[in-house]
């Protein structure tokens, strides 16, 4: 059986339509057996994204194309400057837990982020990643995650240096009461490639935690 977890970064923008199409056919070959995990960077072109959450009113702007996705959570915006992180690994041997699944990959961008000197949290309530801007709370990560045939999809959204009035289209996630940030409006000029190398450095983490998780409920 294949284990190791593939680590891909796509240059430039990649089509959202064609990625999920590969996301999809990707998920059925390691369901399968016949594909390695895999850990996918890329961008988008400007684009909004509905989840299976989606309330129609919070889309306020149309303002680039809307894409109905299976994804769960509600409208999030995708574009360039920002990292976009599909992860689709195999909860069949690795839990079948969605939950901790997704606690741990809060817990996988936390501590990147904080490698790259960004003191970012969780918040119990709101999924995400949150960091502080100008004294308020403010959202610099999302996450929104399927599984199917308990193999993971889609995954995280980290904000570097987008557009951010390019937000003001949805109410991101549903959340309207707090503000978006980037690591470049909160004073960080970390690049790409080094928050890339930093979730290198914390996938192992990330894995195992989920691997131990499995040995403590076997």
């Not at 599909?86 to 690795?94: A, E, K, P, S």
Request: charged share 20%; proline share 5%; net charge neutral.
């Amino acid at each position: 059986m294949l284990r190791e977890v593939e680590w891909q970064v796509s240059p430039g923008l990649t089509d959202y339509r064609a990625a999920e199409a590969d996301m999809m056919a990707r998920a059925e070959a390691i369901a399968a057996g016949a594909a390695p995990e895999r850990v996918w960077l890329l961008e988008h072109a400007p684009l909004y994204t509905a989840g299976t959450s989606a309330d129609p009113a919070e889309l306020l702007e149309a303002r680039f194309p809307v894409h109905r996705t299976g994804r769960g959570g509600r409208f999030t915006y995708h574009g360039p400057g920002q990292r976009v992180g599909y992860v689709q690994l195999d909860l069949g041997r690795r839990g079948r837990d969605v939950r901790a699944f997704v606690h741990g990959l809060e817990a996988w961008l936390i501590a990147a982020l904080a490698d790259l000197g960004v003191a970012a949290r969780a918040v119990p309530g709101r999924i995400g990643i949150w960091t502080d801007l100008g004294g308020r709370e403010a959202k610099i990560g999302a996450i929104g995650v399927r599984v199917r045939r308990w193999v993971t999809m889609h995954g995280f959204a980290l904000n570097v240096d987008p557009e951010l009035d390019h937000f003001n289209g949805i109410v991101p996630c549903g959340i309207s009461d707090f503000p978006v940030a980037s690591l470049r409006s909160i004073g960080n000029f970390a690049t790409f490639q080094a928050l890339d190398a930093a979730l290198a450095v914390r996938l192992p983490d990330f894995l195992s935690g989920l691997s131990d998780r499995v040995k403590n409920n076997s």
